[in-house]
């Protein structure tokens, strides 16, 4: 066993290695955040059988834990995650992957998680023949959550990156960074606009392409049961973020998102009587997230307006499950997308954070965010500032991949959920 003790080495906002305990325990606090299943969402028995790409962190991850404490689900979760070298630990979401396969199994759900390219054709084969061999051969839901800087189409070859840009013309924003002793700076800063085929490549990546090669790829096989439901999750968010977000590439591919929603609802509807929808979902801190230029303030102000307002993504994912699963209607904008962001978009809290983002400066920025939170929130992404974990004490850092051929049933647990 490789023991070490383990202390955060960071650059910005990435850090080099993850803390497997801390990991495992951010897992149990989102289990715990999620919110008890109803009677009617409580499978006793086998519950619905589902997919979800991207199941090991931020809204994915959420997802996965949601629809197994909320709605009972059964199924499998497709991620893509480095395992620990010599040198290096290994992934955050690795150690989540870990944590989620125990959790599971403990209430007695037989999941499988897969490490691997979900833009690939051999992932949607191996998730195609488990569906198949070990789920009854009926897929009930599938939840889409990923995001990636690149992706090969399998169809062509071609590899395409996707970049956050504003289209048109350049952007300047306040936007908020730490340096190395951890002192929030806001600074400004200009990202240039979009050039050659910057949109269609970030299209190609973080539009409906892959979402919908899912689907196709399972309904050819046959594995999509007869009231089948799927969501793609989106983002709108600010006008304050709207330049490098909804308006720019990355806004470019979520309208994709959104155009693929509604041909993927037609035919489904035709064929299984089945519903695709995206579902728009509020800002939360993420690897993908504190990426794009600006959102780290954004968050930061907008947690300092709302406090425990800000809704997390675990409970948002868990009102997602009762929609999907029919134990509460669809509830749909006129744009037919789930809306869980509202708490989010309401005049009141963008006015309040408007006002705030105004007046920030490196002086202001302490009173005016919730820079505590904000901070713990990115260390937690890698298990660091985890309450309860002692940073101290060695840990083992070589955690094995949950084994996909073993059965929740095997472990004769079942402690419900
Ligand atoms: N973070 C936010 O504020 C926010 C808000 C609303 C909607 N969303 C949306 O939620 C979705 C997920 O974003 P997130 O912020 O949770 O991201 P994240 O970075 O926390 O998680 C991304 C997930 O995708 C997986 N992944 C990446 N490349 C993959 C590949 N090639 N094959 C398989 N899995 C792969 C990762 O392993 C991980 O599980 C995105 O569509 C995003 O736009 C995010």
Redesign the pocket.
Known sequence: MNERVLTPRSRGFLFLDSHPAGCAQSVADMWDACPAPTPAGAPDGDGPVALV????????LAATLAGLKRVGIRGIG????KGPTERRTATA?WYRTAATADLARAAGRDLVLLNG???SDSMKDQVADLVERRFGGRLDHLVY????PRRTDPATGTTYASVLKPIGRPDRTKTLVFDEEGVPEVREVETAPAEGDDVEQTVAVMGGADWERWIDHLAARGLLAEGFTTAA???IGSSLTAAIYRQGTIGAAKAHLEATARTLNERLGTTVGGRAVTSV????V????TAIPGIALYTGLLRGVLGEGLVPPVRQLAALWDQLTGVAPLDLDAEGRVRLDTWELTDGVQAAVAERWKTATTATIADLADLDWFSAEVRRLYGFSVPGIDYAAPVATDVPWPDPTSHARDAGTRAGS
Do not use: I, M, P, R
């Open positions: 790409v991207g199941s090991s962190a931020g809204y994915g497709v991620s893509f995650e979401g390219d979900a833009f959550s990923v995001a990636a999750l989106s983002y979902n509020g800002a939360a993420t690897q993908s997230s």
